[in-house]
């Protein structure tokens, strides 16, 4: 039995009650298992995103995974859909780094990242060629900062550039703007080979866009 929420979370004393509802492995399970795997590690993310076409229902929290990994690529906006949700949750005035996180993790069905990948995509925001957030600062998060340090670092209050209100309001293309550059499973996003994933539209997924 998977269980249903991050297990970063659960408190000990009810990880006995996740053993009494364990099944065993089935061997549909571990070929499904090993064909997504390989999915994501292609150099595009067409085959992964082929899965929603499949029957992948033996692995019951496979298909969200795989919608909530296609919508970290640039949407039609230029922005992924961690990036668009720190945007709102700035416009809507939550501004410090800290609650920003928590603000933006509760708009998730499922927990997504550690605080340490969330960081990167405010630095990304902040630290390109046309920023979308500002207030950001010089200092980048690290392990290696002080107590006080990180105490400022993550009560920082941030707000909104002129061109991340554009991009909000559907104005502006944060990628016709900003290099992009990083790598999505195994496949290397840039400007010159630019996967989107548009989920504006009436289907019930969404649209992979080649770049």
């Known amino acids: 039995m998977q269980a249903s929420d991050y297990l970063g979370v659960i408190k000990p004393d009810e990880l006995p009650a996740l053993g009494e509802k364990a ?3 089935t061997e549909q399970q571990l070929v499904l298992a090993k ?10 993310p067409e085959t992964w995103a082929q899965l929603l076409n499949e029957d992948i229902s033996a692995l019951p929290y496979l298909k969200p995974a795989v919608v909530r990994m296609l919508e970290e690529l640039p949407g039609t906006d230029g922005l992924s859909r961690t990036e ?15 609650p920003l996180f928590g603000a933006c993790q ?16 405010l630095h990304s925001l902040a630290h390109c060629s046309r920023p979308a957030i500002q207030g ?7 392990p290696d900062l002080g107590e006080d340090e990180r105490k400022a670092f993550f009560g920082r209050e941030l707000r909104l550039t002129d061109f991340g209100r554009d991009i909000l309001a559907g104005k502006a293309d ?7 550059d990083f790598w999505w ?10 996967w989107r994933w548009d989920d504006t539209n009436a289907g019930e997924n969404g649209v992979l866009i080649s770049g």
């Open 106 to 121: 509760r708009r998730e069905d499922a927990m997504f990242m550690g605080d340490w990948s969330f960081i990167e995509r």
């Open 84 to 98: 668009r949700q720190i945007l709102d949750e700035i416009h809507r005035g939550e501004a410090q780094i800290g």
């Open 174 to 180: 944060f990628a016709s703007h900003n290099e992009i």
């Open 35 to 44: 064909a997504a795997w390989w999915a994501f590690g292609q150099d595009t």
């Open 136 to 142: 950001y600062g010089h200092v980048h998060y690290s």
């Open 185 to 194: 499973g195994g496949t290397l996003v840039t400007d010159h080979d630019l």
């Open 23 to 25: 099944v065993k492995v």
